[in-house]
């Protein structure tokens, strides 16, 4: 830097950005601990046998839901989540604007980044990502198959199976 003040501001950026890896290695290692625990460990390592599935994405899910009995059908959860449409409606005319404002905001997030992954890697959502696409933007496909994921997730947690991926022939 050719001031002062320029080394003095980068070298405090530069000590704020070690302080912050600190502290998302400390809670990396305390998610990782609790996701071992005899309350977590079941349900993480069921969870992650779908794909894009991680320890932390598994974590997120069971401690946002907390439990699943108390969503009487994929629809309601869906709703909780913001994996539904939104609606305009007055009078008989109804509109739909895309997905819902209303939201459970990490959970639907990380959905939708794991549905990302989970189209790389399953026959079956490959499949059906791709028959989307061709009736509508890629951004709008990836949310039907976060929700495709979801109910995945649900079925593997209330029947405390692992995940099988489907096959395509």
């Known amino acids: 830097m050719e001031r002062a003040s320029g080394n003095f501001a980068l070298k405090a950026h530069l000590e704020d950005l070690n302080n ?3 502290i998302i290695a400390d809670i990396t290692r305390s998610i990782r601990t609790l996701a071992n625990s005899d309350e977590y460990r079941q349900s993480v390592r069921l969870l992650k046998t779908v794909p894009g599935i991680s320890t932390l994405t598994a974590m997120i899910l069971l401690t946002e ?4 009995s108390r969503f009487r059908n994929l629809d309601k959860l869906c709703s909780y989540v913001g994996l539904i449409p939104d ?4 009078g008989e005319t109804e ?5 819902t404002k209303r939201r459970n905001a990490q959970l639907r997030n990380i ?3 794991s549905a990302w992954v989970a189209v790389r890697k399953d026959p079956a959502l490959i499949m059906t990502f791709n028959t989307l696409c061709k009736k509508m933007p890629k951004n709008n496909a990836i949310v039907r198959i976060a929700r495709k994921l979801l109910n995945r997730i649900r079925h593997v947690l209330k029947n405390q199976q692992e995940y099988v991926s489907a096959v395509v022939q």
């Not at 839901?65 to 699943?68: R, V």
């Not at 609606?87 to 007055?90: F, K, L, P, R, Y």
């Open 20 to 22: 912050m890896r600190k």
């Open 65 to 68: 839901l907390y439990n699943l």
């Open 87 to 90: 609606t305009n409606s007055s």
């Open 95 to 99: 509109e739909k604007t895309g997905i």
């Open 111 to 113: 959905l939708i980044e």
